[in-house]
C-alpha cells in the first residue's frame, strides 16, 4: 500500500483500536470464566462491545470500523478454538511493542483503478501486479517492521473440474532438502541456496551491533532500528519470493512430489538450525501441500524417522556410520554414493510406496525383487 500521512494515521489508529478491543475481550473472558466457571458468549461479549462504545471516555472508537471491531470477537473466538484444539498457544495480550500492527475487515473490499477502498481510511493507493480473480470476502491490513503496509485478500472462486489422476512413476520426483544446497531432486537436478541468504544475515548482524552501541531513547538509535528493520523484511520478501518460485516450479513439472518430514523442532537440536533457510522449511512444506491440491497433483511426506540419507538406493543396506560430515560414501554392495542424491532417491521410492497404497500412482508392473528403488520407471526390469 502507498498510503499518504493521513491515511498512515487513520490505518494505525484502526490497529490500535483493534490491538485495543482484544485486549479489553480478553480480559471479559478471563473475568467471566473466573466469577462463572463457564465461557462468555459470542452474544453477550458483543454486547458488552456495544455498551463499551457507548462510554464517553470510548469517544474516539467511534472513529472506527464497526466491523472490524466486530471482527475481533470473531478472531478471539477462533483463537480460542485453536488453542483448545491444540494447535496453538493460549490467546495472549498484544503489546504495542512487540505485536505487529494489523485489522481485517470482514466484508467485500473493493479494489478498482490501483486503489483499495478501506472504511473510515479512505481510497489507498496500493500497488499490484495483477488482477484479483473472483469475489472479495475480506482483507486483512498489515504494518512491518520497517513501516510498510501490506493488504492482502481473501477471494472465492470455483475450482475448474479436473479429475484426480495417478501420478506416473516417471513423472514423481524426491526432493531432499539439505545443508550445502537447498535441495537435491532425484532426477540429479540441484537447487543451491541463494546468495543473498547468507549476504543478509551478515548485513543484519551488522546493523544489529550498531543498533546495540546506539544510547537508548536516541533519535541514532530509532534510525539504527529501522534500518535492521528495513533489511530483515527485505530477506523475508527475497526468501517468501525464492520459496513460491521454487515450490511453483515443483508443481509444474511433475505429478507427484516426495518430501522429507523436517519436524522443525527435532532439527533446532541440529547443526541445521543454524542453516540460512530453517525459516522457510515449514513455509516450503505449506506452499507444496496447497500447490498440489490446487494443481490436482500429489505430495507424500515421508516420515522424519525414516533413514534416507543412510540407506543404499541400490541394495537397501542401512549404513549405521554415515556421520552427518560424509558427504559421499560407498556401499558394501559396492555402490558409491553422493549424500544427498541417494537421499533423494530414497525419498522418491518411500514416497511412491506411501502413493501406490493410496491408490494415487501407478501400480508397478516391475515384478523383480532386485528392483526397489523404481529406477525402472516400473516395468524394464
Ligand atoms: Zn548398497
Redo the contacts with the bound molecule.
Keep these: 500500500m502507498r498510503p499518504n500521512a493521513a491515511e498512515r494515521e487513520a490505518l494505525s489508529r484502526m490497529a490500535g483500536a483493534r490491538r485495543f478491543i482484544w485486549n479489553w475481550a480478553l480480559a471479559q473472558r478471563g473475568a467471566y470464566y473466573r466469577e462463572t466457571g463457564k465461557s462468555i458468549s459470542h452474544g453477550e461479549l458483543s454486547r458488552r462491545l456495544t455498551e463499551l462504545k457507548r462510554q464517553p471516555e470510548m469517544a474516539w472508537l467511534k472513529e472506527v470500523d464497526s466491523q472490524a471491531m466486530q471482527q475481533v470477537l470473531v478472531d478471539l473466538q477462533r483463537a480460542y478454538v485453536n488453542f483448545f484444539e491444540k494447535r496453538a498457544r493460549y490467546p495472549k495480550f498484544k503489546s504495542r511493542k512487540r505485536d505487529k500492527a494489523r485489522f481485517r475487515i470482514p466484508q467485500r473490499v473493493k479494489i478498482a483503478d490501483g486503489r483499495v477502498y478501506v472504511p473510515k481510511v479512505g481510497s489507498v493507493r496500493i500497488r499490484q501486479s495483477r488482477a484479483v480473480d473472483g469475489d472479495t470476502k475480506s482483507a486483512t491490513f498489515k504494518r512491518d517492521a520497517s513501516g510498510n503496509w501490506y493488504v492482502s485478500l481473501v477471494t472465492e472462486f470455483t475450482m475448474p473440474d479436473m479429475p484426480l489422476v495417478p501420478a506416473r512413476i516417471e513423472a514423481t520426483v524426491g526432493v531432499d532438502l539439505g545443508l550445502k544446497d537447498f535441495a537435491v531432486l532425484s532426477t540429479g537436478e540441484c537447487i543451491p541456496t541463494p546468495k543473498f541468504f547468507r549476504q543478509s544475515q551478515v548485513k543484519l548482524r551488522r546493523a544489529q551491533r550498531v543498533l546495540a552501541r546506539r544510547e537508548k531513547l536516541s533519535n541514532r538509535r530509532k534510525k539504527a532500528k529501522r534500518a535492521a528493520a528495513r533489511i530483515q523484511a527485505k530477506t523475508a520478501n527475497r526468501r517468501s519470493d525464492f520459496l513460491h518460485k521454487v515450490t511453483t516450479e515443483l508443481v509444474r513439472n511433475h505429478e507427484a512430489i516426495c518430501i522429507e518430514d523436517l519436524s522443525l523442532k527435532g532439527l533446532a537440536k541440529t547443526k541445521l538450525a543454524k542453516s540460512v533457510l530453517d525459516a522457510g522449511l515449514g513455509e516450503f512444506r505449506r506452499e507444496l501441500e496447497y500447490k498440489t491440491v490446487w494443481n490436482r497433483k500429489h505430495l507424500a511426506v515421508v516420515d522424519r524417522f525414516y533413514p534416507s540419507s543412510k540407506t ?1 538406493h ?2 537397501g ?1 542401512v549404513n549405521d556410520l554415515l556421520a552427518l560430515a560424509d558427504r559421499n560414501w560407498t ?3 559396492g ?1 558409491a554414493h553422493d549424500r544427498d542424491f541417494n537421499a533423494s532417491l530414497n525419498i522418491k521410492s518411500e514416497g511412491l510406496n506411501i502413493l501406490v497404497a493410496a491408490g494415487h500412482a501407478g501400480t508397478l508392473n516391475c515384478s523383480s525383487s532386485e528392483c526397489k528403488t523404481f529406477a525402472c520407471g516400473g516395468g524394464s526390469c
Excluded: E
Aim: net charge neutral; proline share 0%; glycine share 0%.
Design positions: 543404499c541400490v541394495c543396506a556401499c558394501a554392495c555402490a
